[in-house]
């Protein structure tokens, strides 16, 4: 497959000032930051489908950058493109941009969620709500964005009464369905409450009932080589960290156990693509186009 650019998502900017599809420079704020929110929406899903790596793969920043080379009538429309390297360039990433494609999609069902009154995506980073919130802040009095992603959905509009209805999720805090494990060092046995710290500087409120606290108290004597594990609703801050259960469907004890190895460690796919575009292109076109058939003379010259 050739280099080219595709297409995967739409803004359209609807008012009076955006007549005769002109583009007011205010505008470029709503680009910008709706680039910010794709962006960090990829960025979350990945970490979520890949919990044991810490480094995002080589390249990922390209692969969800948005590029707007073209405006369109409609009022303003403005197309927003990705630039899909060849197959070539592709030994270890996909071809086609599916974190993006999925981001994308994700901010979609948000705003259409809001609109309908309906609860935010649980999958949709808790820290972004204020970002995501603040979008449309250029925004005037009969000014709309619709958002319009690739296929037969209708778009979404973004105004000043959808930006009022997320501002109200950004106050309050937001719940979700969650799994985490912690070492427990504090607990009150006579009100049933304890807390799971997750890292040094993290912990979560939870309480218990008569028929967990033998399993509580287990954890806290034990926190040593034990660690608890909870599942269930829980309250996150607008800044996407978890602070309290409030509903807990699971409790169970785990063994503290020395990893082999670090986990979060880059594969070698991601180091040699790392080190791939660290050299600049125009080094690259200076080997030799024989190397790959010819390379004991390269490295030690012709044989007697």
């Avoid at 060849?86 to 990433?93: K, L, N, T």
């Avoid at 999925?102 to 979609?108: K, P, R």
């Avoid at 500087?201 to 004597?221: G, H, R």
Wanted: hydrophobic share 40%; proline share 6%; with cysteine.
């Amino acid at each position: 497959m050739p280099s080219q650019w595709r297409e995967v998502v739409r803004l359209r900017f609807c008012g009076e000032r955006f007549r005769d599809h002109a583009l007011d420079l205010s505008a470029i704020t709503e680009l910008r930051q709706f680039q910010e929110i794709v962006a960090e929406t990829a960025k979350a899903l990945w970490r979520s489908a890949h919990p044991d790596r810490e480094r995002l793969p080589a390249h990922f920043e390209e692969r969800t950058r948005l590029c707007l080379r073209r405006i369109e009538d409609g009022s303003a429309t403005a197309p927003l493109e990705v630039y899909i390297e060849p197959d070539e360039q592709c030994e270890f990433w996909d071809s086609e941009p599916i974190e993006l494609n999925e981001a994308i999609a994700l901010t979609y069902r948000v705003l259409e969620s809001v609109g309908a009154g309906r609860e935010i995506p649980e999958e949709f980073p808790r820290r972004l709500i204020p970002t995501i919130a603040d979008w449309g802040r250029t925004l005037r009095e009969g000014d709309e964005i619709e958002l319009q992603t690739t296929g037969d959905v209708l778009p979404v509009r973004v105004n000043q009464a959808l930006r009022k209805r997320l501002t109200s999720y950004v106050e309050r805090p937001q719940s979700t369905v969650v799994e985490l494990t912690g070492e427990c060092v504090e607990a009150d046995i006579r009100h049933g409450r304890f807390q799971i710290w997750i890292d040094p500087q993290t912990s979560v409120q939870a309480t218990f009932d008569a028929t967990q606290e033998d399993l509580v108290t287990s954890a806290l004597k034990e926190h040593h080589s034990v660690r608890i594990r909870v599942r269930g609703a829980a309250d996150f801050s607008p800044d996407g960290k978890a602070s309290r259960f409030t509903n807990i469907e699971s409790m169970e004890l785990v063994a503290v156990e020395d990893e082999p190895f670090d986990l979060a460690s880059p594969g070698i796919e991601e180091e040699l693509s790392a080190i791939w575009a660290d050299v600049p292109a125009t080094e690259w076109a200076r080997l030799p186009v024989d190397l790959t058939d010819n390379l004991d003379e390269y490295l030690y010259g012709a044989a007697e």
